[in-house]
């Protein structure tokens, strides 16, 4: 790489974290980590499903094709069946975490188990 290259890069970083810093201003915890508590369902299986897709997701079912063939379809029916199961569990959850405040995942598991 040359020294334009890194420069540019440099650059680059800097005015995403001003964008970043300057967007943060007078935001809360809450605010910033949860979206004010306003998330609707859709929204927040939106979410889930975003951090879920990627380039880990797409390189793990690659190897698991190569490896396994076409049967490896079968971990997104798994993955279905899991948010199904998870969605029950996590009303619950969802209802104690805005009555308690919490968060972050292990607020609840210290509230919780201690």
Request: proline content about 2%.
């Amino acid at each position: 790489m040359s020294i334009l290259d890194l420069l540019v890069i440099a650059a680059y970083l800097m005015i995403v974290t001003l964008i970043g810093w300057r967007a943060g201003e007078g935001e809360s915890p809450e605010g910033f980590l949860l979206g004010g508590r306003n998330l609707q369902a859709f929204s927040a299986a939106c979410t889930i499903a975003a951090t879920k897709v990627g380039a880990g997701l797409l390189l793990t079912f690659t190897a698991l094709v190569y490896q396994y063939g076409a049967g490896a379809i079968w971990l997104f029916f798994g993955f279905i069946f899991g948010y199904l199961i998870f969605f029950f569990f996590a009303r619950k959850l969802k209802k104690r975490a805005d009555e308690q405040a919490y968060l972050t995942m292990p607020d609840y598991y210290r509230d919780v188990y201690g």
